[in-house]
């Protein structure tokens, strides 16, 4: 599969990638001599830890949840959560619906991960 968007379209392959870029930039800040790139490779393992703990809270819902709740279980600031949602929906399906939240009942925006097939299917009347 292609390196870009459409090789992580499915989240556990997401999260494993997540994984090995944390560890590649650790071996990058040992090797760095330079503090601003050292800080600006700090940065990046953060916000993919972040991107990790949003994607881990949605891999293990069973029902939809609203940004307030997904925060809540993720244990992070809403507006971290809208950032990473934003970012999810651009390299995986995450479905996005106006309704009822499960767990606080509150009418709002939902975000589930979408169904998607990791494998081909075949048409059963062929």
Not at 117 to 122: K, V
Request: aromatic share 8%.
């Amino acid at each position: 599969m292609p390196e870009g968007a459409y090789a992580y379209s499915y989240p556990a392959a997401l999260l494993n990638r997540q994984y090995r870029d944390v560890e590649e930039i650790f071996s990058r800040i040992g090797a760095s001599e330079n503090v601003t790139e050292r800080r600006h490779l700090l940065e990046l393992i953060i916000q993919k830890l972040t991107l990790r703990r949003v994607l881990s809270v949605l891999l293990k819902a069973d029902r939809p949840l609203c940004e307030r709740c997904l925060a809540r279980y993720a244990r992070m600031a809403l507006g971290q959560v809208a950032t990473m949602l934003d970012n999810l929906r651009q390299v995986i399906a995450v479905s996005v619906q106006l309704g009822e939240c499960r767990h606080c009942r509150g009418f709002t925006r939902t975000f589930f991960l979408a169904t998607t097939h990791s494998e081909p299917t075949r048409d059963t009347a062929s």
